[in-house]
């Protein structure tokens, strides 16, 4: 189940409970709607549009916090746009910290890559999954838009390793850099990251505008795909929006059983206005959908199945059900 959650309650400081008893412990913030890169396949596209006018100030944010702290929420998880960016950003990582939160950031690395604004920043932060999207500039810079970006993230990447630290990076898998997903894990792995996140194209934002030009087939991702663990051997692995019988011997790998339900909080429209409002997710079905191929899959109650927007578009007789 997913989407917007009527808050009734009776107390505060209850925390939120999901369908099947799970504990809401990590929130994800949206704390800006801008950025300077532009990826083709940006979820955010459409927001950033249309809420890049409307800044999310410091008392917002501190409100957000200290609210679902008061839920139990262990973990924040900023994003954005490029959330380094805000002007309170260290302000709000040290209120995060105060209230003993875990932190961590989506980012393209562009405050982390530049010393006099990182120092401040990373001793208040736990995590960064960094955005690596191919193994050189070329393929990474066409996908972002910005020339200059695969400098930026690998030298932000480069200069927050240090043991503890969660250095963790996020690779969306499209038709331009399929073929290289190896080369980028490689990379990803050699520049010391701890987990590497595969992320198909999703049908959100600019990734559902650009689908058709963006999206791998199945038949390529059943190809490539079970041969990237092997690249980075010293890495967790996750697959995110890959059905699992396309990952041959590493469909543990999937990330429909690793994922953690989360409170997302980022700005919506609402009769006359925009509201910063909560959506809740408690299962990583958003977007998905099982097939006629899934039908006798012994695997349908763990796998959330295809893209919803690739099912509509191409055959899905590529799925390899298990039966
Ligand atoms: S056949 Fe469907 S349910 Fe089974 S693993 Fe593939 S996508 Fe998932």
């Known amino acids: 189940m997913s989407g917007l959650v009527a808050l009734g309650s009776p107390t505060k400081t209850q925390p939120w409970i999901g369908p099947e008893g799970q504990v809401m412990e990590r929130l994800e913030l949206h704390l800006t709607y801008t950025c300077p890169e532009r990826c083709v396949f940006c ?10 006018e409307f800044p999310v100030t410091f008392g917002r944010a501190a409100r957000v916090l200290r609210s679902h702290r008061e839920r139990g929420v262990l973990a924040v998880h900023f994003t954005g746009g490029e959330p380094s960016i805000h002007p309170r950003f260290v302000d709000i990582l040290r209120l995060a910290k105060k209230l003993g ?3 961590s950031m989506g980012t393209i690395g562009t405050m982390l890559s530049r010393p006099e604004k990182a120092a401040p ?13 191919g193994p050189d500039a070329q393929t990474h810079d066409a996908l972002t838009g910005r020339p200059g970006s695969f400098d930026t993230v690998t030298a932000a990447m480069r200069a927050s390793a240090r043991p503890g630290f969660g250095l963790f990076v996020n690779t969306v898998a499209t038709k331009g850099n ?21 992320s198909n194209t999703t049908p959100e934002g600019g990734g559902l505008h650009h689908y058709p030009e963006l999206a791998p087939t199945l ?3 059943a190809r490539v795909l079970p041969g990237v663990p092997a690249r980075a051997p ?3 692995l996750r697959f995110f929006g890959v059905p699992m019988c396309l990952l041959g011997e590493h469909a543990m790998l999937s990330n429909d059983l690793h994922w953690d339900p989360r409170v ?14 909560d959506f809740y997710n408690w299962a990583p079905d958003r977007k998905r959908v099982h097939t006629a191929e899934c039908a006798p899959c012994s695997r349908r109650g763990l796998c959330t199945g295809v893209f919803d ?15």
């Open 219 to 221: 038949t390529d991702l």
């Open 309 to 323: 927007r690739y099912a509509e578009l191409w055959d899905t007789s590529a799925l390899r059900p298990l039966r």
């Open 101 to 103: 939160m875990r932190t």
């Open 264 to 277: 997302t909080t980022e700005w919506a429209s609402a009769p006359g206005k925009v509201v910063f409002d």
């Open 178 to 198: 399929l073929e290289v997903l190896g080369d980028t894990v490689a990379l990803a792995g050699e520049l010391g990251a701890t987990l590497i996140v595969v």
């Open 43 to 52: 979820s955010e596209e459409d927001r950033m549009t249309r809420y890049g």
């Open 234 to 236: 010293e890495s967790v």
């Open 121 to 133: 920043i990373l001793p208040l932060l736990d995590e960064a999954l960094f955005s690596l999207h």
